[in-house]
T-cell receptor
Framework: GAVVSQHPSRVICKSGTSVKIECRSL??????MFWYRQFPKQSLMLMAT?????????EQGVEKDKFLINHASLTLSTLTVTSAHPEDSSFYIC?????????????FGPGTRLTVL | GDSVTQMEGPVTLSEEAFLTINCTYT??????LFWYVQYPGEGLQLLLK?????DKGSNKGFEATYRKETTSFHLEKGSVQVSDSAVYFC??????????FGKGTHLIIQP
């Protein structure tokens, strides 16, 4: 149980284009999903917290107009990197937490490798 | 703000050796503490967790105890296997908040 999927796993795009990444909780409902960014040989950095039916909460330093997050249902959150530039190339990882007693545990997707040329 | 410090690797051990990966933290309040593992080419998986002081989390032979007095959550395993080779992340937080991660420790187990 508690499986989270991400799509696509890899994407290569040209500078200036937008890329959408999907995060789905497959066997549970997730009122809260999180988006992280991981640089090579670095830790995961929280970008934003996504709550179903409301606006995402962004961490300091993360541009909300560049990284658009939509959490339209209890099983799906999307991250759109708008007008991507080479410095946006990174590994993007989502996680989701269940409601109830297990709410403090996050289950992670496999990540999406974004390369902007 | 909250932070997690863990020993940076790579840590190289022989099979059946004893493992300790140190993790200390600073936090406001009383967060839950976690160890996540990332195997090559895979996503992060929860290894174990502890939600309050003196709790011990354990899984797959690994264990860690939430030490409030030393603000630590060191990961231990008595006898490692080659299949334990991975990157291990210590983290704190949970609930409505995102997790704060350490930088990760790359563990290499040699046969």
């Amino acid at each position: 149980g508690a499986v989270v999927s991400q799509h696509p796993s890899r994407v290569i795009c040209k500078s200036g284009t937008s890329v959408k990444i999907e995060c789905r909780s497959l066997d549970f409902q997730a009122t809260t999903m999180f988006w992280y960014r991981q640089f090579p040989k670095q830790s995961l950095m929280l970008m934003a917290t996504s709550n179903e039916g409301s606006k995402a909460t962004y961490e300091q330093g993360v541009e909300k107009d560049k990284f658009l997050i939509n959490h339209a249902s209890l099983t799906l959150s999307t991250l759109t990197v708008t007008s991507a530039h080479p410095e946006d190339s990174s590994f993007y990882i989502c996680s989701a937490s269940e409601t109830g007693p297990k709410a403090d545990t996050q289950y992670f997707g496999p990540g999406t490798r974004l390369t902007v040329l | 703000g909250d932070s997690v410090t863990q020993m940076e690797g790579p840590v190289t051990l022989s099979e059946e050796a004893f493992l300790t990966i140190n993790c200390t933290y600073t936090a406001t309040g009383y967060p839950s503490l976690f160890w996540y593992v990332q195997y090559p080419g895979e996503g992060l998986q929860l290894l174990l967790k502890a939600t309050k002081a003196d709790d011990k989390g354990s899984n797959k032979g690994f264990e860690a105890t939430y030490r409030k007095e030393t603000t630590s959550f060191h990961l231990e395993k008595g006898s490692v296997q080659v299949s334990d080779s991975a990157v291990y992340f210590c983290a704190l937080g949970g609930g409505a908040d995102g997790l704060t991660f350490g930088k990760g420790t790359h563990l290499i187990i040699q046969p």
